[in-house]
């Protein structure tokens, strides 16, 4: 039924698409008279325990260009979808005229994906959260909840040089992954966002 309303929506839509096949499985499209087509619109959440990668790069191969649909926006598989050549990534949630801007783009040999999905992506290539110790994550607690480092080594059962050491080294990890926390204000932020800290207001 969403299929055939999918269908139906893309041939009125755009006049320069043609839409020669609409099928339900992945042995229909490759058996399908009409393929290999130009364009695929391939809906990432069939569950036929196909590995997408092994899908992507049959496409590929035989010189058709993906366009992926998911109810899934999570930075880690949109980015595993792109890296494994898909052209496109649309979240089944977005506008309807996306997937005719985004089918013109792959047929073009471009990719396309909407903003919000590449801000996403890119604050998670210029770096995800940095790997922490469990010492350095208690710390970063202790410090970013409002403690003088005094106070956070005395917690700790550490001398306050090695605290501060610590709070050094998090601050590095931080820059090496693209994010600034030299202000205590920067740090609890993070501490909140990475889920060190629980925000308590």
Same mark, same amino acid.
């Given at each position: 039924?969403l299929?055939?309303?999918l269908?139906e929506w893309?041939?009125?839509?755009a &006049? &320069?698409?043609e839409?020669v096949a609409?099928?339900t499985?992945?042995?229909e499209?490759?058996t399908s008279? !009409?393929?290999?087509? &130009? /364009?695929?619109l391939l809906d990432? &959440?069939?569950?036929?325990n196909i590995?997408? #990668?092994?899908k992507? #790069?049959?496409l590929?191969?035989? $010189?058709?260009k993906?366009?992926?649909?998911?109810? @899934?926006? !999570?930075?880690?598989?949109?980015k595993?979808?792109?890296d494994s050549?898909?052209?496109g990534?649309? /979240?089944?949630? +977005?506008e309807a005229?996306?997937i005719?801007e985004?089918?013109r783009? *792959?047929? =073009? $040999?471009?990719? @396309?994906? #909407? !903003?919000?999905?590449?801000?996403?992506?890119?604050?998670?290539s *210029?770096?995800?959260a940095?790997?922490?110790? *469990? =010492? !350095?994550?208690r710390?970063?607690?202790? @410090?970013?909840?409002g403690?003088?480092v005094k106070s956070v080594?005395y917690?700790l059962?550490?001398s306050e +040089?090695?605290?501060k050491s610590y709070l050094?080294?998090i601050r590095e990890k931080?820059?090496?992954?693209? @994010?600034? /926390? $030299?202000?205590?204000? *920067?740090?609890?932020?993070?501490?909140i966002h990475?889920?060190?800290?629980l =925000?308590?207001?």
């Amino acid at each position: 039924m969403l299929l055939g309303a999918l269908t139906e929506w893309i041939r009125n839509a755009a &006049d &320069d698409i043609e839409l020669v096949a609409a099928v339900t499985t992945w042995p229909e499209l490759l058996t399908s008279p !009409e393929f290999p087509v &130009d /364009v695929v619109l391939l809906d990432l &959440d069939l569950k036929d325990n196909i590995p997408i #990668s092994l899908k992507l #790069s049959t496409l590929k191969t035989t $010189g058709v260009k993906t366009v992926l649909m998911s109810t @899934y926006s !999570e930075p880690a598989v949109v980015k595993q979808a792109l890296d494994s050549g898909a052209l496109g990534y649309l /979240v089944k949630s +977005e506008e309807a005229g996306m997937i005719v801007e985004a089918i013109r783009a *792959a047929n =073009q $040999g471009e990719s @396309y994906i #909407s !903003e919000e999905l590449d801000l996403a992506i890119n604050s998670v290539s *210029a770096g995800d959260a940095p790997r922490l110790s *469990a =010492q !350095e994550r208690r710390v970063m607690a202790l @410090y970013g909840a409002g403690e003088p480092v005094k106070s956070v080594a005395y917690q700790l059962g550490i001398s306050e +040089e090695t605290a501060k050491s610590y709070l050094k080294r998090i601050r590095e990890k931080y820059r090496q992954a693209g @994010y600034d /926390v $030299g202000t205590k204000v *920067a740090l609890r932020k993070r501490a909140i966002h990475d889920g060190i800290l629980l =925000q308590t207001d």
